[in-house]
């Protein structure tokens, strides 16, 4: 599968939704993951962020779901069905939880930019003999999406654009 990102340096010359970055870091394609799980380009509508801090935060009005080992994956669920993935790396399951730091109850409806999760970085890169964190992050959505906008640069979170979607029909 290919990717279905229009890498687009200009935000200027995009209109449409914006889906804000949940994290702080320098986002770059998937293929340039450091796993080689990731690098793969499995999914469509992914991206890797080498992580700066580790506060992650409610990108949307959303509720908060979590899958895998570790709760290493994070679901932001739009009520409109979009929902924006991270997934962090896999070696965190080693860790049984240490290194990260709760801060919004799983299954819980989260406003906009609300604190999730804190990550102990310079823990986690210890722990886990890695010179940087790095997650993954894609869009699912049951809403057609005409085409999705991204752009290599570094992300604050809770501030810049993860993605600009460009839609059919406006999101309810």
Same mark, same amino acid.
């Given at each position: 599968?290919?990717?279905?990102?229009? +890498?687009?340096?200009?935000w200027r010359k995009v209109s449409g939704?914006?889906? &804000?970055?949940?994290?702080? %870091?320098?986002?770059?394609?998937?293929?340039?993951?450091? =796993?080689?799980? /990731?690098?793969?380009?499995?999914?469509?509508?992914?991206?890797? @962020?080498?992580? =700066?801090?580790?506060?992650? *935060?409610?990108?949307?009005?959303?509720?908060?779901?979590?899958?895998?080992?570790?709760?290493?994956?994070?679901?932001?669920?739009?009520?409109?069905?979009?929902?924006?993935?991270?997934?962090?790396?896999?070696?965190?399951?080693?860790?049984? %939880?240490? %290194?990260?730091? +709760?801060?919004?109850?799983? =299954?819980?409806?989260?406003?906009?930019?609300?604190? @999730?999760?804190?990550?102990?970085?310079?823990?986690?890169? *210890?722990?886990?003999?890695?010179?940087?964190? /790095?997650?993954?992050? /894609?869009?699912?959505?049951?809403?057609?999406?005409?085409?999705? /906008?991204?752009?290599?640069?570094?992300?604050?979170? %809770?501030?810049?654009?993860?993605?600009?979607?460009?839609?059919? &029909?406006?999101?309810?």
């Amino acid at each position: 599968m290919h990717s279905v990102i229009n +890498w687009q340096q200009d935000w200027r010359k995009v209109s449409g939704v914006p889906v &804000k970055s949940p994290v702080t %870091g320098q986002l770059f394609p998937v293929t340039q993951h450091p =796993e080689p799980l /990731y690098q793969q380009d499995l999914l469509p509508a992914a991206v890797c @962020v080498r992580l =700066e801090h580790g506060l992650i *935060l409610a990108p949307f009005a959303c509720q908060l779901q979590t899958t895998l080992a570790a709760d290493r994956r994070l679901h932001f669920l739009h009520q409109s069905g979009t929902k924006l993935c991270l997934e962090l790396s896999p070696k965190l399951a080693k860790l049984n %939880g240490r %290194g990260l730091h +709760w801060l919004a109850a799983k =299954e819980q409806m989260l406003a906009t930019g609300t604190p @999730v999760l804190q990550l102990d970085l310079a823990f986690l890169q *210890l722990e886990l003999d890695l010179e940087e964190l /790095y997650c993954l992050l /894609y869009l699912d959505s049951p809403v057609r999406i005409d085409a999705l /906008y991204c752009r290599q640069s570094r992300l604050a979170a %809770g501030q810049d654009p993860l993605f600009i979607m460009q839609l059919k &029909k406006p999101l309810s």
